[in-house]
């Protein structure tokens, strides 16, 4: 079984501009999760979407969006671009995003913002 | 405030040795605790989990310890590989919980040949 893949695996992009990161979970999974990675704040939690649905979400400003389509596919939006958002960015998919359910990652999406 | 902390930042072990990894954490209501695994360039690899009903989960080389009382749990693999060099991160998440999971700031393991 294929495992999450996301789309690009590397990303550089001035202040002011916007991005869109894709991620494809694993076949079934109906739930995806979006983490952000620095060296100063470790890996920290998004959002998380179910069934075309935000469903959580983390602590991070608007400019932070995401959607999920039907296949279950996500993106993430990240618009005007600041510095502080060079970041690996993580994608995770389970099955239904049961609470005690494990996620499985992608290998990231590492946006470099100059 | 962390709420899940892995207070070293680095360990480092002789091959066939034991490892030990700490974490503590805050929220009582935590009540699922994983360990990813993570090499450079590549996404976190789930190890194992230990709900907050049990005290000890195993497999194979790894296990994992859990104390509620003292908001601790460690990971110990035994016996230790160089393929087991790695960045590991303890995670935490609660039923209900807003955030799916809540991630430690990682421990680097070095096991050396």
């Known amino acids: 079984k294929a495992g999450v893949t996301q789309t690009p695996r590397y990303l550089i992009k001035t202040r002011g501009q916007q991005v869109t990161l894709s991620c494809s979970p694993i076949?079934?999974?109906?739930?995806v999760s979006w983490y952000q990675q620095t060296p100063g704040q470790g890996l920290q939690f998004l959002f998380e979407y179910f069934s075309e649905t935000q469903r959580n979400k983390g602590n991070f400003p608007g400019r932070f969006s995401g959607r999920q389509f039907s296949n279950s596919r996500s993106e993430m939006n990240v618009s005007t671009l600041e510095l502080g958002d060079s970041a690996l960015y993580l994608c995770?998919?389970?099955?239904?995003?049961?609470?005690?359910?494990?996620?499985?990652f992608g290998p990231g999406t590492r946006l470099l913002v100059l | 405030d962390q709420q899940v902390k892995q207070n070293s930042p680095s360990l480092s072990v002789q091959e066939g040795r034991i490892s030990i990894l700490n974490c503590d954490y805050t929220?009582?209501?935590?009540?699922?605790f994983l360990w990813y695994k993570k090499y450079p360039a590549e996404g976190p690899t789930f190890l194992i989990s230990?709900?907050?009903?049990?005290d000890k989960n195993e497999d194979g080389r790894f296990t994992v310890f859990l104390n509620k009382s003292a908001k601790h749990l460690s990971l110990h693999i035994v016996p230790s590989q160089p393929g087991d060099s790695a960045v590991y991160f303890c995670?935490?998440?609660?039923?209900?919980?807003?955030?799916?999971?809540?991630f430690g700031k990682g421990m680097k393991l070095t096991v050396n040949p």
């Open positions: 995770a998919s389970s099955r239904t995003g049961g609470a005690h359910e494990t996620q499985y």
């Open positions: 929220n009582s209501m935590f009540d699922y």
């Open positions: 995670a935490a998440s609660e039923q209900g919980g807003s955030e799916k999971l809540v």
């Open positions: 230990i709900s907050s009903i049990k």
């Open positions: 076949s079934g999974h109906r739930s």
